[in-house]
């Protein structure tokens, strides 16, 4: 069964980080581009972040750029977005998502492109 598990949710104060892992379980990552999504209350899920199978190439949404940086680890099957500067309108629960692509520059903002869904982590800013 293709799993994707995530963890490193949490409560932080304004300014702190957090990292979010999604690792896969029940097939490899290497040929998949991964796309972090986030859904606050209230709100529709949107993009947020997105990382080729290669990890050449990575895409931010304006609202997190240069505060959140997408890696993977391939050998260990994870990906990673590393959140810095974290804002309470950060907020929201997020989703990691994967789909099979042989491009190695391939990386979209979109959900509908993605076939495997994380179950989602609990992001919390607040003083």
């Known amino acids: 069964q293709l799993q994707l598990v995530q963890s490193g949710g949490g409560l932080v104060q304004p300014g702190g980080s957090l990292r979010l892992s999604c690792a896969a379980s029940g097939f490899t990552l290497d040929y998949y581009a991964i796309g972090w999504f986030r859904q606050a209350p209230g709100k529709e899920r949107e993009g947020v972040s997105c990382?080729?199978?290669?990890?050449?190439?990575?895409n931010y949404a304006d609202s997190v750029k240069g505060r959140f940086t997408g890696s993977r680890d391939n050998a260990k099957n994870t990906v990673y977005l590393q959140m810095n500067s974290l804002k309470p309108e950060d907020t929201a629960i997020y989703y990691c998502?994967?789909?099979?692509?042989?491009?190695?520059?391939?990386?979209?903002?979109?959900?509908?492109?993605?076939?495997?869904w994380g179950q989602g982590t609990q992001v919390t800013v607040s003083s």
């Open positions: 998502a994967a789909v099979r692509r042989f491009t190695n520059y391939y990386c979209s903002g979109y959900q509908e492109h993605y076939d495997y």
């Open positions: 990382i080729s199978n290669s990890g050449g190439t990575t």
